[in-house]
C-alpha cells in the first residue's frame, strides 16, 4: 500500500485528489495550518473525512514540514497547498509569496535533506503565462505573470526544475489551467455565479455584481484534473504538463450558460461593478495539453458547457 501526503487537503483539489488515492487503495495523509480546528468541509460533502489522517503543518516552517514528512513517511507529496486566490493575491502579495515559494522550498528542501525517495507533484498555474493572445500555452511557452500569485507560482515552478535538475530530485509541476467544481468557495468566479442565480431563481437576489465578463478562460473539471495529478507521479521519469481542455470561452458564456440553466435572460441580472476589475488581468488564456494525452493518456472529457450544468445540478440538489 502507497502512501500520499496532500498539503492543502482541504480544498477543493485536495479533497478530490484524496478520493480518487482511496480509491486505488493507498494511504492518505492530509495537512492544512489547524487540523484541530479545520472543518475539512470538503472532506465531509465527500464522505471521506474518517478515511484519511491528518495533521496540523505550517509550510513555511521547515521544522514542521520535516516533521510530518517523518511521521507519514510519503510514498508521494503533493503540494497544493498556499493562498491560491489571484483577486486575493493583490491583497496579500506577501502572505502569497511566503505561502506559495517558501512552502515549496520547504518541501523540496525536506525531500533532499532526508536523501528519500519521494515523488513530488506541484501545483504550477496557467497564470504564470499571463496573456498569450491567440497561442494555446504549452509547457514551453514563456512565463509572463501579471499577479503576484501568477509570480509566487513561477517561482515555485523553477524552484522544483531546480531541485529535479540539481539533486535528481523526481519533482514535476502540472501546470493547471481553470478548473472549477461544487466544491469551489464561493469567492471564485464561477461558483460566485452558480450561488447567486440560484439566489435570484428563488427570489432572494437580484443581481449580480461582476467585473470584466469579456476575459476568455479554459475551464475544465476539477475531478478529472487531479488524476492527472496522479499520472505525473506514475511516470518513469519527472517532467512538467500543462493540464487544459483546450477550449477556452467568454466569462459572459460561462453566466449566459448558468442563467440559461435557470430560465433566467442574464442580461436582465448583471451589473458591471469596475472595483471588481483586476489592477492587470490577462484577457485569453488557452491551454495546449497535447503533451499530457500523448504521455500520460489524459484528456479532458467535460468542456465548460458540461460544468456549469454540473455545478447548477450539484446546487439544486442541495437546496
Not at 492543502?8 to 485536495?14: M, T
Not at 478530490?16 to 480546528?37: H, I, P
Not at 515552478?157 to 509541476?173: G, M, T
Not at 488557452?286 to 467535460?302: T, V
Request: aromatic letters at 10%; a neutral charge; proline letters at 3%.
Amino acid at each position: 500500500m502507497k502512501t500520499a501526503l496532500i498539503c492543502g487537503i482541504s480544498g477543493q483539489d485536495g479533497a478530490y485528489l484524496a478520493q480518487l488515492l482511496l480509491n486505488k487503495g493507498y494511504n492518505v495523509w492530509g495537512t492544512s495550518r489547524d487540523a484541530q480546528v479545520s472543518n475539512f468541509d470538503n472532506l465531509v460533502r465527500l464522505e471521506i473525512r474518517d478515511s484519511v489522517k491528518l495533521e496540523s503543518m505550517a509550510l513555511s516552517d521547515f521544522r514542521s514540514v520535516l516533521q510530518v514528512i517523518n511521521k507519514s513517511k510519503p510514498d508521494e507529496i503533493y503540494n497544493l497547498a498556499g493562498q491560491t486566490s489571484v483577486g486575493l493575491s493583490f491583497e496579500q502579495p506577501v502572505e502569497t509569496m511566503e505561502s506559495v515559494t517558501l512552502g515549496t522550498l520547504n518541501l523540496l528542501e525536506a525531500i533532499r535533506f532526508t536523501r528519500s525517495k519521494i515523488k513530488f507533484y506541484n501545483a504550477g498555474s496557467s497564470e504564470c503565462f499571463g496573456d498569450t493572445g491567440d497561442r494555446a500555452a504549452d509547457e514551453h511557452t514563456p512565463f509572463r505573470p501579471r499577479s503576484p500569485y501568477a509570480v509566487a507560482k513561477a517561482a515555485a515552478f523553477w524552484e522544483v526544475a531546480n531541485y529535479r535538475e540539481a539533486y535528481d530530485l523526481f519533482a514535476c509541476s502540472g501546470i493547471l489551467f481553470n478548473h472549477d467544481s461544487p466544491l469551489r468557495p464561493k469567492r471564485f468566479v464561477t461558483q460566485k455565479i452558480v450561488a447567486t442565480a440560484d439566489q435570484i431563481a428563488q427570489g432572494k437576489a437580484e443581481k449580480l455584481f461582476l467585473g470584466d465578463i469579456s476575459i476568455q478562460r479554459d475551464w475544465g473539471w476539477a475531478p478529472e484534473y487531479v488524476e492527472a495529478m496522479y499520472l505525473m507521479l506514475q511516470q518513469e521519469q519527472p517532467d512538467d504538463y500543462a493540464i487544459a481542455t483546450g477550449e477556452t470561452n467568454k466569462l459572459e458564456t460561462f453566466v449566459a450558460e448558468v442563467f440559461n440553466y435557470f430560465s433566467l435572460d442574464w442580461r436582465e441580472h448583471i451589473t458591471i461593478d469596475t472595483t471588481l476589475f483586476r489592477p492587470t488581468d490577462i484577457a485569453i488564456s488557452r491551454g495546449n495539453p497535447a503533451k499530457a494525452k500523448q504521455k500520460l493518456g489524459w484528456e479532458a472529457k467535460y468542456k465548460m458547457k458540461d460544468i456549469a450544468r454540473m455545478m447548477v445540478d450539484a446546487i439544486r440538489k442541495n437546496n
